[in-house]
Every structure is written in C-alpha cells, then in structure tokens.
C-alpha cells in the first residue's frame, strides 16, 4: 500500500478517547523497546511519525494513526518492563485488556517479539490469552539484522514451539534496518482490509 496520509488521532488513556469514526484497528502488542513503534514508522515510511526511544517505556498511552483515511494503526504501551512501576503497569494491562476484549473495530493483531531471544514468559501468555478470545495474533520477529541467516531459522523453529504455533508461516521475520518482513506485513494488513 502506497501510504500518502498518515496522522495521528490521540493519545488514548480511556474508552471515551477512542476514535469514533469507525474504522478497522491493526494492532501493534510486544514487550517494552521490541520495535512496535518503529514497525509502524518503517510500514508507513514515516521517520518519526510514532516516536521510538532506545530506552523502554517510551509508549505510554494507546496512540492511534490514521492511514489513508482507511484504518488506524494502534501502537501500545509495552508489557513486562520492570522499571515502570507496578501500578502503572498494572494501569496499562488493564486499559490494553480492556480495549482487545471490547473494541469491536480490532482487524489485526501484530505480537512483535525480539527474534534473537526465546519467546518470554509475558509473551507466552499474551499469546495464549489472544488465542482464548479469539484473536490470535500474527507473530513478528523483530531487530532480524541483528541475527544471521541459520540463525533465523533455529529462533522461528524455537519461538514455534514455546507459543504451540502449528505451522512456522505465522512468523514474520521484520527489520527496520533492512526492511525484510515489510511487505509480508503489507500483504497481512491488505488481506484484512478487503
Ligand atoms: P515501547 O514504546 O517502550 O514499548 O517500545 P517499542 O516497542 O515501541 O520500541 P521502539 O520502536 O521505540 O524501538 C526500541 C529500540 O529498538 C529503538 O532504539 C529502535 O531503533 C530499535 N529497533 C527497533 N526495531 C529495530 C530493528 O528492526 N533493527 C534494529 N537494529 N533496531 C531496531
Ligand atoms: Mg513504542
């Protein structure tokens, strides 16, 4: 998709904020500093649109983009970071819960996972929580410049088997660097928005 428009909506921290115009949401979950919105930048060719920090933590609040005037992207605040305090964490999961489990717009889900390290204990369990409610996710592996070739293949056969995943073709191996995985993501988004 040729993207000519790209703006941001709102900062989102409750229900009332969510956008009304109706239009399909493509989601973007992962722990802290794994690349969630530096996959959006990278999709949408847009630099700095969602702003990305080599500290974790940076998303704080549900940030949605308006493409084309033809969805949003949604880009969350991370799980699992330790040195956000345990309210605010608390804070995040229970606004992110509620939204997957309420919103009726949600399209897509990316689950974004740092493809040089084994699925973590966060990730297992949003997955298998995604999948209980119906919304199993396509899994990204992300930073894939920062692995070789042989080594991308043992991290897929890996994360396939800590997530129970069936068939190694759900996993999309994504970098910002390289931009492999970019138009696989392109061709998930288009096949949800026909
Ligand atoms: P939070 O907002 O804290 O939840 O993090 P996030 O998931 O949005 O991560 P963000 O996009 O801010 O990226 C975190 C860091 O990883 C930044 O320093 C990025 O430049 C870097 N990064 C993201 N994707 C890639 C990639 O594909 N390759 C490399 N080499 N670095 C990446
Ligand atoms: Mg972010």
Redesign the pocket.
């Given at each position: 998709m040729k993207v000519t428009k790209a703006e941001i909506v709102i900062s989102a921290v409750a229900e009332h904020q969510y956008p009304v115009d109706n239009l399909p949401e493509i989601v973007l979950l992962?722990r802290?500093?794994?690349?969630?919105?530096?996959f959006v930048n990278t999709l949408i060719e847009r630099r700095g649109l969602a702003r990305?920090?080599?500290q974790?933590?940076?998303?704080q609040t549900m940030n949605f983009y308006r493409i084309n005037d033809l969805f949003h992207f949604v880009d969350m605040?991370?799980y699992g970071y330790a040195k956000v305090s345990k309210t605010e964490r608390e804070k995040w999961g229970k606004m992110i819960e509620k939204y997957l489990r309420q919103r009726e717009n949600v399209a897509l889900i990316f689950q974004?996972m740092d493809a040089r390290h084994e699925p973590s204990e966060d990730d297992r369990l949003m997955h298998e929580w995604l999948s209980y409610y119906g919304l199993t996710p396509v899994i990204i592996g992300?930073?894939?410049?920062?692995i070789s070739r042989t080594n991308q293949k043992k991290s897929i056969n890996q994360m396939a088997k800590k997530l129970d995943l069936r068939d190694t073709r759900e996993i999309i191996f994504?970098?910002?660097?390289t931009k492999a995985g970019k138009e696989e993501a392109w061709n998930r988004i288009e096949s949800v928005l026909e």
């Open positions: 992962g802290s500093n794994v690349g969630k919105s530096s990305t920090s080599s974790p933590g940076k998303t605040p991370g974004l992300t930073k894939a410049d920062k994504f970098s910002t660097e």
